[in-house]
């Protein structure tokens, strides 16, 4: 089966720290990975990206507070997030993308989970 699993997320004081953790299984996520999230009423939106060669991206409203990484496996990813703000608040969901070339891709996502910073 097709798993991704998000876990870490949870409730913290504005100025506290979380580390997300992402690790996908039963396929690689060969065109990369990423950090997306989504408030509550809001659109599902870009956080953190990472490819194969540890190539990152970040969304500008986290840049210089969150960081994404590798772990051994290279279908396990992290977000550490530090500094964290209200507006942090969503669900954050884990994206594994794959590509074989020949113009066919695609991407499974995971089922989330809840930072809430008060």
């Known amino acids: 089966d097709v798993q991704l699993v998000e876990s870490g997320g949870g409730s913290v004081q504005a100025g506290g720290s979380l580390r997300l953790s992402c690790a996908a299984s039963?396929?690689?996520?060969?065109?990369?990975m990423s950090w997306h999230r989504q408030a509550l009423g809001k659109e599902r939106e870009f956080v953190s990206s990472?490819?194969?060669?540890?190539?990152?991206n970040y969304a500008d409203s986290v840049k210089g507070r969150f960081t994404i990484s590798h772990g051994n496996a290279k279908n396990t990813i992290y977000l550490q997030m530090n500094s964290l703000k209200p507006e942090d608040t969503a669900m954050y969901y884990c994206?594994?993308?794959?590509?074989?070339?020949?113009?066919?891709?695609?991407?499974?996502w995971g089922q989330g989970t809840q930072v809430t910073v008060s």
């Open positions: 994206k594994c993308q794959w590509d074989v070339g020949l113009g066919a891709s695609g991407a499974y």
């Open positions: 039963g396929y690689r996520c060969d065109a990369g």
């Open positions: 990472i490819d194969s060669d540890d190539s990152t």
